[in-house]
C-alpha cells in the first residue's frame, strides 16, 4: 500500500469520536459538576464588582492538587461574571495569565496589557510604568478586571515577594483610585507562600477556596458529561467510565484527577479508532492508562519477581477471568475457580480459601491489582478484582515466572 493511500485510509475509517475537541485540557463546558460550591464561593466574594464597583480590590486563592477543577472553575466563573456584568452595563474583563508562561512580573503585566490590546512600546518601561498605563486605560473607559494567575506558587519562587507585592498591595500608594483590579491565585497548596513577607503572605492568604480530589463518583459523573459530548451514541459504555472513574476517584487509591481521567477517556478512544473498532473497550482503556503512566508498568513489572508461585497463578486466575469477561471487575469466587483449575494444569495442590484471599491483598498491597467490597446488587458482599493495565503482554511476563518458579521449585 502506498504512502498516500496508508494516510487517506486512517483519515477516512470511521471514528467513535463525533467531538474530540471537548476532551481536550482547554476546553470548558457549559457546565461544571462537582464545583458548584466552589462557584458559589467565589460569586460571593466578588459580588462587590456588580454590586458596587470601584469600591474594593478583591483577591482569592484557590488551593488544590493538580486536575481538581481549580483553572477550568476560574474559567467558568470569569466567564459568567463577565456575561452578569455586561447585562448590568458593567465593562468587566477576565484575564488568565499562566505563569509558567509568564513567569516575571514584565511578564504578567505584559500579558495583562496584551489582553487588553493596548499598543504600548514596552522596551524601556518598567512594570510599574506599564501597569500605570494600564490603569489609565481602564480609568478611560470605565472597565474591570478580574486577573487570574495560574500557577501562582510558580510565579512566587521565580519573581519572589517584591513583585507579588507589588500587584496586590498597588492601591495601598492610590487609595483614594477606584479599585479595577481584582485577582484571583491559583496554586497547589500553601508552602510556596512561606517565601513572603507576613503581611504580604497574610493579604494574599485571607480568603482560600479549598479544592479536594474527586471520589469516583464524581469523576464518573464529569466523564459521562464529556464522553455525550465527544463520543457518538453507543461507543462507550456506562462500565467503561466507572472503571476509568474507579482507577483515579480519590476514594479508590487513585489521586482524584479529572484531567488524568479525561486523558484516559481521550486516549482510549483514539486506541479503538486504530484498530478500527466501533466501541470503546476495557482493554482499549488498559493501554491507555499504559501509556500514560508509565511507571505504574515498570513498577508492577518490577513487582512480579518478588511472587510466589501461588502468587503468581492467582495472579493469571485475575487475568484469565477478566480477559473471559466483558466487565471491569471480576469476583473473588470465580477467580479462586479459576485459580483451582490452573493448580490442576499444573499439577499444584491448591491453597485454601483463607490463603488465597491473603495473596489477593498481598497483591492489591503491592499495587499490582485493583479490588473493592461490592455494592449492593450482588448477593451478599464479595471483593471485586481490576488490573489497570494491558492483559495481553501481562499475562506473558506471568506465564515466565510461573514456569520459573515451578522449575524451581522441581529441583529443590
Known amino acids: 500500500m502506498s ?10 475509517r470511521v471514528s467513535v469520536f463525533k467531538n474530540r475537541s471537548v476532551l481536550d485540557r482547554s476546553y470548558i463546558p457549559d457546565n461544571l459538576p462537582h464545583r458548584e460550591n466552589q462557584l458559589a464561593m467565589l460569586a460571593e466574594l466578588f459580588k462587590p464588582i456588580i454590586t458596587s464597583p470601584g469600591t474594593v480590590s478583591i483577591t482569592a486563592l484557590l488551593i488544590g492538587d493538580v486536575g481538581v477543577g481549580k483553572t477550568v472553575t476560574s474559567y467558568v466563573f470569569g466567564r459568567e461574571l463577565t456575561k452578569i456584568a455586561e447585562r448590568k452595563g458593567i465593562k468587566l474583563k477576565y484575564v488568565h495569565v499562566n505563569c509558567h508562561s509568564a513567569r ?7 500579558s495583562i496589557a496584551a489582553s487588553f490590546s493596548l499598543t504600548i512600546p514596552f522596551r524601556g518601561l518598567s512594570p510599574r510604568e506599564m501597569m500605570l498605563i494600564i490603569l489609565n486605560h481602564m480609568k ?65 492568604t485571607k480568603h482560600i477556596i479549598k479544592f479536594e480530589p474527586y471520589k469516583a463518583s464524581e469523576l464518573f459523573d464529569i466523564l459521562k458529561q464529556r464522553r455525550d459530548l465527544a463520543f457518538y451514541e453507543n461507543t462507550v459504555d456506562d462500565g467503561i467510565l466507572k472503571f476509568i472513574a474507579d482507577v483515579e476517584g480519590y476514594d479508590r487509591g487513585g489521586k482524584g484527577n479529572a484531567r488524568a481521567a479525561i486523558e484516559i477517556l481521550l486516549r482510549a478512544g483514539i486506541a479503538a479508532d486504530y484498530e478500527g473498532s466501533q466501541k470503546v473497550f476495557l482493554e482499549h482503556v ?47 469466587g470465580d477467580v479462586e475457580e479459576e485459580y483451582r483449575y490452573l493448580c490442576q ?26 479490588s473493592r467490597t461490592s455494592s449492593k446488587g450482588l448477593r451478599g458482599r464479595t471483593t471485586l478484582i481490576s488490573l489497570p493495565i494491558p492483559l495481553e503482554p501481562f499475562e506473558k511476563r506471568i506465564d515466565e515466572l510461573i514456569d520459573k518458579r515451578v522449575l524451581e521449585e522441581a529441583s529443590t
Open 140 to 204: 478611560k473607559n470605565d472597565m474591570y478586571a478580574l486577573i487570574a494567575l495560574d500557577e501562582f506558587g510558580y510565579f512566587v519562587r521565580v519573581a519572589g515577594n517584591d513583585a507579588i507585592y507589588f500587584l496586590v498591595r498597588l492601591y495601598d500608594e492610590y487609595p483614594e483610585a477606584e479599585k479595577r483590579l481584582h485577582y484571583i491565585f491559583i496554586t497547589r497548596n500553601l508552602d510556596v507562600l512561606g517565601i513572603l513577607d507576613p503581611a504580604t503572605e497574610s493579604y494574599i
Open 104 to 110: 516575571t512580573l514584565y511578564g504578567v503585566v505584559q
Open 3 to 12: 504512502i498516500n493511500n496508508i494516510v487517506e485510509s486512517v483519515i477516512n
Open 286 to 332: 488498559r493501554k491507555a492508562i499504559g501509556e500514560i503512566n508509565e511507571e505504574l508498568l515498570v513498577e508492577i513489572s518490577d513487582n512480579l519477581q518478588f511472587l510466589q508461585l501461588h502468587e503468581l497463578i492467582v495472579l493469571k486466575a485475575i487475568v484469565r477471568r477478566l480477559k473471559k469477561s466483558s466487565e471491569a471487575y471480576v469476583k473473588m
Open 345 to 370: 494444569l499444573y499439577n499444584i495442590k491448591p491453597r485454601k480459601h483463607t490463603q488465597v484471599y491473603e495473596y489477593v491483598r498481598t497483591l492489591k498491597n503491592m499495587g499490582i491489582i485493583n
